[in-house]
C-alpha cells in the first residue's frame, strides 16, 4: 500500500477535486488540514485514514468518484493503533449518500472509535459500515 503525503503546496490531483487512487494511506491529520465540505477527498480506490488524530465530522467531508465500487468491493478504512476517533458533531449529519451500493464499504479497523454525539446521525444511500478489531460505536447521551 502506497503513503500519499500532502503538503501545502498541493496534492495528488487528477481532476479539479482533490483524488486519491491505486489504494493509498493518509494521516487525519493531514485529512483535517486539507480537506472539508467545500473541498471533499473523493475516494477512487481503497482508501485508508490513519487516525493520528481525531476527525470530527458535519456534513460530507468525502466522497467516492471515479471507478469506486465498479464491480468490485472498495473500501474506506479508518485505522487507528492508539484509540483515535471519528467524532460527529452533536445533532450533526455525517453524509455517505455517494455510498450507493453495497461495494462502497467504510471499514474501522483496529483501535479506531465511531463517536455520535447528541443528535449525531450517519447517512448512507446502499453502502455499508463494518466494525472489525477492537473498534468501537459509542453513542454519546444527550447532556443537561
Known sequence: MKKVLFSSIGLLLLSSTPHLSADVTILASEFNQMFSNANP??????????????????????????????????RLIFNAQNGNMVIVEQSGIWQLTTFTSPNHIVQFTGNAELIFESGAIIRFNGGQLIMSNNTRIIPQPPQP
Request: proline share 3%; glycine share 14%.
Open 41 to 74: 477527498l473523493v475516494v477512487t480506490e481503497n482508501t485508508t485514514i490513519e487516525l493520528d488524530e481525531d476527525i470530527v465530522i458535519n456534513g460530507e467531508p468525502i466522497k467516492t468518484g471515479g471507478n469506486f465500487g465498479q464491480g468490485q468491493e472498495n
